[in-house]
């Protein structure tokens, strides 16, 4: 099944990483985080979203 994801919800998604996992770099919450909704990469996610990596991380 395909859901689709905006960017606000990309968004809250990575501010509440951040509150579950601070001590976890950026890059690594993103990388999870894409993973978990089947894009592969954070790379893949940015080339979908038409984002860099570095913009998505942060």
Do not use: N, Y
């Not at 919800?9 to 993103?30: G, N, W, Y």
Request: glycine letters at 8%.
């Amino acid at each position: 099944m395909k859901t689709l994801i905006s960017l606000d919800d990309v968004e809250s998604i990575k501010r509440e990483l951040f509150q579950i996992l601070p001590d976890v770099k950026s890059s690594h919450r993103v990388e999870a985080m894409a993973r978990g909704l089947g894009w592969g990469s954070r790379r893949l996610a940015c080339r979908v979203g038409g984002r860099s990596a570095d913009a998505v991380a942060r």
